[in-house]
């Protein structure tokens, strides 16, 4: 066990040291995070656009202590992480002992509502799904929440749902005229100075030349809808905020974000 020798070493100075050692042990490995990991995990290692979240993310969540120390150490080939193994065994212990340690912080952290009444809300009368996706079931027009709530915290989702501001992006609904009097509506997807992709609410892609188009008309507002502060009672946003953190719990890890991925 690589922690052992610091365990035995701090216990032959004081025998009521190892409470100290302890909380030495958990600065060391907060401050090794923040100056070595956070830039691309997140401070709180909830992930970011340069790096996954490693803390709610079930499949980081299942390695054991020599298992991570072993990714943080030798990196993992083909990806952003590299090898952290100039830092020496002690550091990087601390550093697997911190990450451990925020991942049991929240996986005992209780679900603000009743994720069975989000689903319920999500897939109907919130209207979430006719344009997010979760669980393979719902719109295409918006980004798929199933991972959602692997990189969210719940203050994270609610303050996106109800704030219009808060939101990682938005996209409005652009509407284009064929010179033949086609009508296609939905958000683009790709655009140059020739052409124009848009991806209409069933999912199917649009490949349109700009010189056949006779108007493109931009929508000015999010297709997120503005006004959830006023559609949703405290309990029902709580709930569809349960129902996307129990959802993340559950699902693969996410790929990583794409501006294009709206």
């Given amino acids: ?100 340690s925020l991942q049991g912080k929240n996986q005992s952290a209780p679900l603000p509502g009743d994720p069975k009444r989000g689903e319920a809300l999500f897939f109907g009368s919130a209207q979430c799904s006719s344009c997010h996706m979760a669980a393979g079931r719902g719109g295409f027009l918006a980004p798929d929440l199933s991972t959602y709530g692997q990189t969210h915290a719940a203050e994270q989702i609610e303050s ?7 939101r990682d992006s938005t996209k409005s609904i652009v509407t284009a005229t064929t010179t033949s009097g086609e009508r296609y509506q939905g958000i683009i997807r790709n655009e140059d100075n020739f052409s124009l992709q848009l991806q209409s609410e069933d999912g199917a892609f649009h490949f349109l030349s700009k010189a056949d188009l006779k108007t493109i008309e931009r929508g000015k507002e999010s297709v ?26 559950t699902s693969a890890a996410p790929r990583p974000h794409h501006d294009d991925d709206e």
């Fill in 1 to 100: 066990m690589f922690f052992a020798p610091l365990l035995s070493q701090s216990q032959q100075h004081a025998p009521n040291s190892g409470q100290s050692a302890q909380s030495a042990g958990h600065s060391r490995g907060q401050q090794l995070f923040a100056t070595t990991c956070a830039a691309c995990h997140g401070l709180d290692g909830m992930g970011s656009e340069r790096a996954p979240n490693i803390i709610t993310n079930p499949q980081v969540q299942k390695l054991s202590a020599s298992e991570m120390f072993g990714v943080i150490s030798g990196g993992v080939p083909g990806t952003g992480m590299p090898a952290f193994q100039r830092l020496g065994k002690p550091a990087i212990t601390s550093l697997v002992a911190y990450v451990k």
């Fill in 224 to 249: 997120m809808p503005s006004d959830y502060s006023s559609r949703l009672s405290t309990v029902q946003l709580s709930d569809i905020v349960s129902y996307l953190l129990s959802l993340g719990s």
């Fill in 160 to 166: 996106a749902i109800m704030n219009p501001a808060t």
